[in-house]
């Protein structure tokens, strides 16, 4: 999909829709990203320090998930918008700054995934593929 997408001939209507879609391509790929970055990191880190845990599981649910949002589909969309929502609340609730600095990184990643408009234009095109 990233080839049609760096490709002149975007199936769009006009050349700024087609910047659009891709400019919500990277906005999207930076959050699915970050979101699995910080996954492999909690699950390194716990290996490491020797707790193991459910970690994997939990990182290979998010990468199907993150594929599904990145394949355009609706029902993985909301879905991760849902769960990095509990996830900042969670964060926000807790407190300490740190944890409020934290908090603000998925809430905006929630906010992105729903009301940017190039995002928004990334999501049509992908669903359509």
Do not use: H
């Not at 997408?5 to 970050?34: F, K, M, Q």
């Not at 492999?40 to 459910?54: E, P």
């Not at 969670?90 to 906010?111: D, E, I, M």
């Amino acid at each position: 999909m990233t080839d049609r997408l760096l490709d002149t001939d975007l199936p769009a209507e006009s050349p700024a829709e087609a910047a659009a879609i891709r400019n919500g391509w990277t906005v999207t790929t930076l959050i699915l990203g970050a979101l699995l970055l910080t996954s492999l990191v909690g699950v390194l880190a716990a290996l490491f320090s020797g707790q193991g845990g459910g970690g994997q599981i939990r990182l290979l649910l998010e990468a199907a998930l993150c594929w599904n949002v990145y394949r355009g589909r609706g029902w993985a969309r909301a879905l991760l918008v849902l769960l990095l929502i509990v996830n900042a609340a969670l964060l926000l609730s807790a407190g300490n700054p740190f944890s409020t600095v934290l908090g603000a990184a998925p809430l905006l990643g929630a906010a992105a995934l729903c009301f940017v408009p190039q995002v928004n234009a990334y999501f049509r095109y992908a669903s359509k593929m």
